[in-house]
């Protein structure tokens, strides 16, 4: 490292790294901000100075100025769902490419747990706010709006709340695996739902319900599993003890897929896919193991983080109006756990 200014105590400053570059102050500070024009040869003559003297750049002071914090608050009400660490691994990429960098806050599904993190949220001055399955009161939303600070949805809409939201084609999705099971020559269908209470739990029932009416069918049996393993494993436990069980169940999320699975086939000695096919929803990574081979309708993650970003940074870049609702359809993975229109397995 180059010889620092005399006082070595002294936090090192923007003027002292445009002193040793031989530049305005004010080109170091472009140099340091995302998406500033500079020269390529400036930067490097500016990053090579701060990188002798140990400069950092102070972010917050810079926020005060410019009155952009670059930071995105992330809210989500829980990990255990493997779909939610992998999405937002690829959020918090995503938009640090652009620029910005996440905080990430844990709520709980209650009012004043999420009102409680979004009020901390607010006063790190976050330039917007993404939640993840959390439900906001048309209070706080008001909130959001007064301070200027935009919320997104990711995979979860919330009817009438004029926020934008980004999810899968929850109710196309729902379509497929009907008719898939429909094809398969299943019988006697059931459903053990997400919470009905969020819109993907909800939108996922309704779809499936509307497909398999439309072909002549009904749901056989139904249970909202809650997005809980303990209550999806409860709900099908009950189902295959009746006296004639379902020949099929399409079960809302992986997370409680994949718990009716070691249920059936490990507790209760239950054939799948011979006895029962089981669909899941999300295709998280676990879906594809061996022990599991989880049929299962696809979220096409990626596409779905790249619209989140993209709207959510409109809305605080440009000034887009919020409100932009946009649903992605996925794919029909299909794996062993669910008997194919043939009669046999992949």
């Not at 899941?280 to 299962?296: K, N, R, S």
Request: proline share 4%; charged share 25%; with cysteine.
């Amino acid at each position: 490292m180059a010889d620092r200014p005399d006082n070595t105590d002294r936090k090192i400053t923007s003027i002292d790294v445009a002193r040793r570059a031989g530049v305005s102050q004010s080109a170091v500070s472009r140099v340091f901000t995302p998406g500033a024009s500079v020269s390529k040869k400036m930067a490097a003559r500016v990053r090579e100075a701060a990188d002798d003297l140990g400069y950092r750049p102070n972010v917050l002071a810079r926020s005060l100025i410019t009155g952009r914090s670059r930071i995105i608050g992330l809210v989500v009400a829980y990990l255990d769902n493997p779909f939610y660490p992998d999405a937002l691994e690829k959020l918090s990429a995503a938009l640090q490419e652009r620029g910005y960098h996440i905080l990430i806050f844990m709520a709980g599904n209650s009012d004043k747990d999420v009102d409680a993190v979004i009020q901390d949220l607010m006063d790190y001055q976050v330039d917007g706010i993404i939640t993840a399955s959390i439900n906001l009161s048309g209070e706080l939303t008001d909130r959001c709006r007064a301070e200027g600070i935009p919320v997104m949805l990711f995979n979860r809409g919330i009817a009438g709340s004029g926020l934008s939201s980004v999810t899968s084609a929850n109710q196309v999705g729902a379509t497929k695996v009907a008719n898939a099971l429909l094809d398969a020559g299943h019988q006697r269908i059931a459903h053990i739902s997400g919470w009905l209470g969020a819109s993907t739990g909800r939108d996922r029932h309704d779809g499936f319900v509307a497909a398999l009416e439309a072909r002549g069918a009904h749901l056989y049996a139904e249970a909202d599993g809650m997005f809980s393993r303990e209550t999806a494993s409860a709900a099908a436990r009950k189902m295959m003890e009746a006296a004639d069980p379902p020949d099929a169940i399409f079960v809302g999320n992986d997370h409680m897929a994949l718990a009716v699975m070691d249920t059936l086939r490990h507790e209760m000695g239950v054939d799948v896919p011979g006895a029962v096919s089981i669909i899941g929803y999300d295709d998280v990574p676990m879906a594809a193991w061996p022990a599991y081979q989880l049929t299962t309708l696809r979220q096409p993650v990626n596409r779905m983080v790249e619209a989140t970003v993209d709207t959510l940074l409109a809305e605080i870049e440009s000034g887009r109006p919020p409100g932009t609702n946009t649903e992605i359809e996925g794919e029909l993975i299909v794996r062993a756990s669910a008997r194919t229109a043939k009669g046999s397995t992949p």
